[in-house]
């Protein structure tokens, strides 16, 4: 594969100079053949073996196999005495079917990478090969984490013990309504609590032509769905962001049978712990109440996903200047928005210091296309800011923990 200056379009020549002809080479045949095959939660086998095999180009200290299909790889930094830093790429798909009509498109029937993660994961790899070609101050543990969408893949990397010595993490996500050579590196929410709901609505079955004789679990949950509108409007502080979302709706197998069974589930989200909790709590209410009204019981089960991002002053200060420096300040931008997305690298700022930016990923010309849709792609030259970002603010990191800022 040869680049071109389209798959480059607005990625600057101070960071492509970083790379060699063959490492920018390499990574796009990487991100493409990631793209191409893509892998769900704790299946991407195929995925891990092609992300162990570029990681053997960076020469690391070791690669260790990590939360089933995960990989970490150490990076040795000029010390070995130095505290060690860690950055992410997350590297599953999504359950969605394809419709980008890319030449590398999923030949994997309804899994396709919509979110993004085979950038992240080309871009861990290049950030490897950036700190081995000039390395941090002290040893830099690169992650590529599986089963992000699932929530379920970071708290496993941390369970395994493999980042027990790091005393910073970064992480990035692209972004297609900022286009390439623009980064998000900010203090404060990046990204929403996502948790999770089900209400099971139990009544008594009937003929559909004799409802008297019912007590009607799809009426309830019709109900139900409008009165929890009012959670986020009514019970919840204008000033705190929050989402009620109802996704599913599930009932009945005949048109002529009221079932006794009806449930509805969907997502919560927050970025604060009083709003969290606030619209757990209501949710329950709200439901317990409706099924007294209609002689219903109500099953409520809510599961936590992962809790909001929010950004450290500190780190999101190294993250600034690390982005600045490798591009411009004027190439800084804030979010401009309050992103109720979910992402699970919070898991690990639970644990460990650190910061998570958004990456420009619209080519130009292009359309912001939204994350988890048929449509979405990033654009080529986002793997490599992406990769030149995260490598400097591991030095930048890096530098400031050996001298104890």
Do not use: K
């Not at 130009?364 to 979405?376: K, L, S, V």
């Amino acid at each position: 594969m040869t680049t071109s200056p389209i798959q480059l379009a607005g990625v600057p020549d101070t960071v492509l100079l970083q790379f060699t002809a063959s490492q920018r080479d390499a990574l796009l045949a990487l991100r493409r053949d990631l793209h191409q095959h893509p892998e769900l939660a704790f299946a991407e086998e195929r995925t891990c073996a092609a992300l162990e095999r570029a990681l053997a180009a960076a020469n690391p200290v070791s690669i260790t196999r990590v939360a089933g299909t995960g990989l970490v790889a150490r990076i040795r930094g000029r010390d070995s005495r130095a505290p060690v830093v860690a950055v992410r790429g997350d590297i599953d798909a999504l359950p969605i079917q394809e419709a980008t009509g890319l030449p590398y498109a999923s030949v994997n029937p309804g899994v396709m990478h919509a979110c993004g993660h085979d950038v992240h994961a080309s871009w861990a790899i290049g950030a490897a090969y950036l700190l081995a070609n000039s390395p941090a101050a002290g040893d830099v543990l690169v992650v590529l984490q599986p089963a992000e969408e699932t929530g379920e893949g970071a708290a496993a990397v941390l369970a395994s013990g493999a980042l027990d010595e790091a005393a910073a993490i970064f992480g990035a996500h692209v972004d297609r309504r900022f286009p390439v050579g623009q980064v998000v590196a900010q203090a404060g929410s990046l990204a929403a609590a996502a948790d999770t709901f089900t209400v099971e609505l139990h009544g008594r079955g009937a003929h559909g032509a004799r409802p008297h004789e019912s007590a009607d679990p799809v009426l309830g949950a019709g109900l139900l769905i409008a009165a929890l509108q009012g959670i986020v409007s009514r019970r919840v502080n204008p000033s705190a962001p929050a989402v009620l979302t109802v996704a599913t709706m599930h009932a009945g197998t005949a048109s002529n049978v009221i079932p006794e069974r009806a449930t509805i589930g969907g997502t919560l989200r927050a970025t604060d712990p009083v709003t969290r909790a606030l619209l757990a709590d209501e949710l329950r209410r709200v439901a317990q109440g409706i099924a007294l009204a209609h002689d219903l019981t109500a099953e409520v089960t809510i599961e936590l996903g992962p809790p909001p991002i929010v950004n450290p002053e500190q780190q999101a200060l190294w993250a600034r200047h690390a982005a600045a420096s490798v591009l411009s300040a004027d190439a800084v931008v804030p979010l401009g928005i309050t992103n109720m997305g979910g992402e699970d690298f919070a898991y690990y700022m639970e644990r460990i210091p650190g910061a998570f930016l958004r990456i420009g990923a619209r080519e130009p010309g292009g359309e912001p296309t939204p994350a988890h849709t048929p449509r979405f792609f990033a654009a080529d030259g986002c793997l490599f800011v992406g990769a030149a970002v995260l490598a400097e603010t591991a030095r930048v990191a890096s530098a400031a923990l050996s001298h104890g800022r």
